[in-house]
C-alpha cells in the first residue's frame, strides 16, 4: 500500500524514459524536460524530444514514436506520441485511490511539509500609535497571518510581532497638542479620531509658532528619560490606541506573539551605536551620524540626527538585533509595503558592515500600494479607508444573502461573519502580493465570481452532499468516473501548491489554487449525480469529502473561515 504523491507520479515517468534514454540523457535532464500539459488531450505528463535529434540525428516526431515502442508501459495506463512529444497517461483508477485514501488518512495534514525548521519572526501588521490602521497595514496583517500559517505547514515555528509606531519625536508633539488642547474624555471615546486631530492641529499651529515645535521636543527628551508625566500619557495613548487595534484583530480572527515596537528598542539602541562607533561605520554628515553604503550603490542610513535623536532606521537595526539574539532565527521576515524597499535594502546592509553574516536570512516581503479613486490613500488628506466600516459592510451583505437564502440556518450571524470576514481577506490575498489595486468596496463585498464566499459556498455545497448521503465515503472503491479526473489531479497538486506558497511567501498561490479546486468540483457537480446507488457512490462520497478537507485547508491557510452549512 503505497502512498504516492505528485512527485512520485513524476518518477514514475523519469524512470521510465530514462530505462530507454539513459545513454543519450541523464535522469536529472529529463525531469527538467518534462512538462505537465494544460489540456487533459495530451496526457497527464509530456515529454518533448527535440533535446535528442541532434544526438539521435533524426526527426523528432520519430524519435517520439521509437521511444514509445520501447518504453516499458505497464506503470500507466498508456503512453502516446503525439508529434515531438510522448504523452503519458496515468492509471486513473491508482492514482484516484492514492490521492483520496491520502486525504482520508490525513485529514487537515495533508499536505504538511518537513521544508524547512527553527524560529521565523514575522514582523506584521505594525500600525502607528494614536493614528488609524490604513489598508497597507490591513495587507500586512493578512498577508503576515497568512504566511504564518503556510510556515508552520511546511515545519517553521513563525513568531508573529507587531512592531507598534509606538515611539519617536511625534510622541512630543502628541504630548504638548494633548495638554493644550486635549480632553480626556474625548480621547477616551474616540481615542484615534482624537489623538488624530491633536497631532494635525500640533502642525497647523506649529507653521506659525515655531516655539512648539520646541516644547515637543522638551517633552520628547522626558518621555525618553523616563519622567512620570510623560510616560503616564505615552501608556495611556499606546493603550487606547491598541485596544481599538485589538478590535479589527479580534474580527480577522489575527492574533500576535508580540507586541515589541519601536518604543521596546529604547534602551537597546546605545550598545548598536557602540558598536558602530567601535567598527568605525559611523560618519558625520552635516551634523548627524551616519552609515556609508555608496559600496552598495545605497543612500546612506541616518543613525543619529544632529541633536542626538535616534531614526526609524536606529531602532530597526536594535529590533533586528533583538531578533537575532532572542529567537535565533533561521529567517527573519518584515511585510511592509513595497515603498519601504530601499529601508530594508539599508538596513540588511549596514547590518552586514557590522559583520552580522546572519543579515542574509533577513527577507523583505513587500506588498503593493492600496489606491482608492486611482489615488493614493492619505490620513492627512482625509483620503482614507475606514477599515471598520469596510468589514461591518461585507458583514451586512452576507447576513442579508444568508436571511434571503437560508432563512432556516442556525447560526447565521457567525456564519455572515464568517463570510464578509472572508469575502475581504480573501479579496486582499487573491490578487499576487506585489499587485497594486484599487480600493472598489463593490467588488469587495461581492460574493461571486473569483471570491472567498465562492469558494466557502462550494464547501458548505460539498458537507451538504455528504450530508445527505446513506452511506460512508470509502476511498478504496474504484473510481473510473472521467468527470471526476480534473477534480483529483487538483485535489493531488495541494502538497506542492503549499510548497511553492511557501518559497515564494505568496499566500495568493493558495487563493488561486482554491478558486481552481472549487471551479473544477462545481464543474464535476454540474455533470455527475453525486448520490445515485451504484457500485462508485462511496467513492464518488470519498471524493466529495476529500474536497471538503482540502478546500478547509486552503481558506485556513488564508485565515478564511469554512462554514460547513451557509
Ligand atoms: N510602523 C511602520 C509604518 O506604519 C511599519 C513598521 C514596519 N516594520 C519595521 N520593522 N520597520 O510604516
Known sequence: N????????????????????GADLDAETI??????????????????????????????????????????????????????????????VAFAQDTLTAIAEQGEHFGDAQAGSGNVPIDMSSPNIAKPMSMGHLRST??????????????????????????????????????KWGSEADVKADPIKHLLEYYVRFHAEAETQPE??????????????????????????????????????DVLGVDFDSYNGE????????????????????????????????????????????????????????????????????QSLYVVGMEQKEHFAQLKAVLLEMGHEWANDIHHIPFGLITANGKKLSTRKGNVILLDKVLQEA????????????????NQDEVAQAVGVGAVVFHDLKSERKDSFDFNL???????????????????????????????????????????????????????????AATEYEPSVIAKYALRLAKSFNQYYAHTKVLVDDEELAGRLALVQSVTVVLTAALGLLGVKAPAAM
Open 395 to 410: 458583514v451586512d451583505l452576507a447576513k442579508a444573502q444568508i436571511a434571503a437564502k437560508h432563512p432556516d440556518l442556525e
Open 212 to 249: 512648539l515645535d520646541d516644547e515637543a521636543r522638551a517633552w520628547f527628551k522626558k518621555l525618553e528619560d523616563g519622567d512620570a508625566e510623560a510616560t503616564k500619557l505615552w501608556e495611556w495613548f499606546r493603550g487606547e490606541s491598541l485596544k481599538e487595534f485589538k478590535r479589527i484583530y
Open 142 to 179: 493578512v498577508i503576515g497571518n497568512s504566511l504564518a500559517k503556510i510556515l508552520t505547514k511546511v515545519g517553521y515555528t513563525p513568531i508573529k510581532i507587531n512592531y507598534l509606531g509606538d515611539w519617536g519625536t511625534q510622541f512630543g508633539k502628541l504630548i504638548v497638542a494633548y495638554k
Open 31 to 92: 525531469s527538467q524536460l518534462i512538462e505537465q500539459p494544460k489540456s487533459d488531450d495530451l496526457g497527464d505528463y509530456a515529454f518533448p524530444t527535440f533535446a535528442l535529434a541532434k544526438v539521435r540525428r533524426m526527426a523528432p516526431p520519430k524519435i517520439a514514436a521509437d521511444i514509445v515502442a520501447a518504453i516499458d508501459q505497464t506503470d500507466f495506463d498508456h503512453v502516446v506520441a503525439t508529434g515531438a512529444y510522448v504523452n503519458f497517461f496515468l492509471d486513473k
Open 442 to 500: 463593490e467588488e469587495v463585498v461581492r460574493f461571486e465570481g473569483e471570491t472567498g464566499p465562492y469558494v466557502q459556498y462550494t464547501n458548505a455545497r460539498a458537507h451538504s452532499i455528504l450530508t445527505k448521503a446513506a452511506v460512508q465515503p470509502d476511498a478504496t472503491v474504484h473510481l473510473t468516473d472521467a468527470n471526476a479526473w480534473p477534480v483529483l489531479k487538483q485535489l493531488a497538486a495541494f502538497p506542492d501548491i503549499v510548497l511553492r
Open 2 to 21: 503505497t502512498r504516492r504523491n505528485n512527485m512520485d507520479y513524476k518518477q514514475q515517468v523519469v524512470t521510465a524514459l530514462s530505462a530507454v534514454l
Open 263 to 330: 518604543a521596546f528598542m529604547n534602551d537597546k539602541m546605545d550598545p548598536v551605536i557602540r558598536e558602530l562607533q567601535d567598527k568605525h561605520l559611523l560618519k558625520e554628515s552635516q551634523g548627524a551620524e551616519i552609515v556609508d553604503l555608496d559600496a552598495y550603490g545605497m543612500n546612506p542610513a541616518l543613525i543619529r540626527k544632529s541633536d542626538g535623536a535616534t531614526l526609524y532606521m536606529t531602532r530597526d537595526l536594535a529590533a533586528a538585533i533583538y531578533r537575532h539574539d532572542h529567537y535565533d532565527f533561521t
